[in-house]
């Protein structure tokens, strides 16, 4: 099993992203919490931690605790949004800190589209030099894009222009908005996507980087808008494997252990008719945000989903 832990290092950031699901409340986490955090991973055998929101680079401690981690052989990676490593020797820091991957989170292709939804304008261009200067200095980079209302049409052209400029990189995750904790203003409001019409991008994004032998993660996104590759599901791989992830946040929710239960959303009457219903996560916040987007419970053989779990477990 590989059980991942998150630890907020802060909760301050320097992008204004309208869909934030973190909002800053201006922690930060202490050298000797971070230590007794990654001990305690260690003793609960988890594989990997991840530094993270707001933004893990604003951490004037950072390249201290990526040492850390190596030092007590926890493999560590951190997720950015790629405005602090468009600065050359800044990366250079974290990399001879044996820093080894990053996520920088990219909302578009469209540098305008990505500048509206940070709400900060260059910080597409400053992205495109991180994700540069990252991979100069042998830094492996993957790719997080949160799907919204403004990326659904052109998700497959995103992940070809940053292929086709960025070769190297192997890796796309993508989480659908989580409107939980976002800002309520209008703007923020109008950033909820329309799933079929991202789905639709999705499975063309997806089919591309297959044939490119790329991989892939989707979150909180239904199994029937990513038909044949539900095996790429987080919450229905963390189902099958029945893996946890524990994290640790800078404010009133303080630890949070994730297990299967976790994993499961909402479900609507139309579900109970799907085969898939036993490893689907659902739909995320259907009453309160979601109530728009309609199911379509899918017919599967036995051995069809037979094999579907061989391949989530690995088997072939
Ligand atoms: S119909 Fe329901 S159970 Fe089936 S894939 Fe869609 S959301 Fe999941």
């Known amino acids: 099993m ?20 973190n909002p800053s409340n201006w922690n930060n986490i202490s ?4 230590i007794e955090l990654i001990d305690d991973f260690i003793k609960r055998e988890y594989s990997w931690i991840i530094f993270t929101w707001w933004e893990p680079t604003l951490s004037p401690d950072l390249a201290k605790w990526i040492n850390y981690a190596n030092d007590v052989w926890m493999e560590n990676r951190m997720i950015s949004n790629g405005m602090m490593c468009s600065d050359y020797n800044f990366t250079k820091k974290l990399a001879d800190a044996w820093l080894k991957l990053v996520h920088f989170s990219v909302y578009s292709c469209h540098e305008k ?17 991180s994700i540069t200067n990252a991979l100069k200095l042998w830094v492996r980079v993957q790719i997080n894009t949160v799907i919204n209302h403004y990326n659904e049409n052109h998700l497959d052209k995103t992940v070809k222009f940053l292929t086709k400029h960025f070769p190297q990189i192997k890796h796309f995750v993508w989480n659908n ?49 990513m038909r044949w590759y539900e095996w790429a599901s987080t919450e229905t791989r963390k189902i099958v494997k029945d893996e946890e992830r524990m994290v640790h946040f800078l404010d009133e929710r303080e630890t949070i ?12 009457e139309w579900c109970k008719k799907c085969d898939l219903n036993s490893i689907c996560s659902g739909i995320f916040e259907y009453k309160n ?12 053989s036995i051995s069809e989903k037979e094999e579907l779990i061989k391949k989530i477990k690995g088997k072939f």
């Open 289 to 300: 945000y979601y109530n728009y987007v309609k199911v379509y419970p899918q017919k599967l």
């Open 177 to 225: 908005l989580d409107p939980l904790m976002m800002r309520k203003t209008k703007t923020a409001l109008s950033t909820l996507p329309n799933y079929d019409e991202a789905s639709k991008s999705l499975l063309k994004a997806m089919a591309y980087l297959d044939s490119t032998n790329r991989t892939f993660r989707v979150e909180r996104f239904p199994l029937c808008y």
């Open 257 to 268: 252990r994730q297990n299967w239960l976790w994993w499961e959303h909402d479900k609507l």
């Open 31 to 34: 050298l000797e919490r971070w």
């Open 113 to 129: 589209i990505h500048d509206f939804l940070t709400d900060t304008p260059g910080s597409w261009k400053k992205l495109m030099m």
């Open 2 to 21: 590989a059980n991942i832990g998150y630890i907020q290092v802060n909760r301050y950031c320097n992008n204004q992203c309208h869909f934030c699901s």
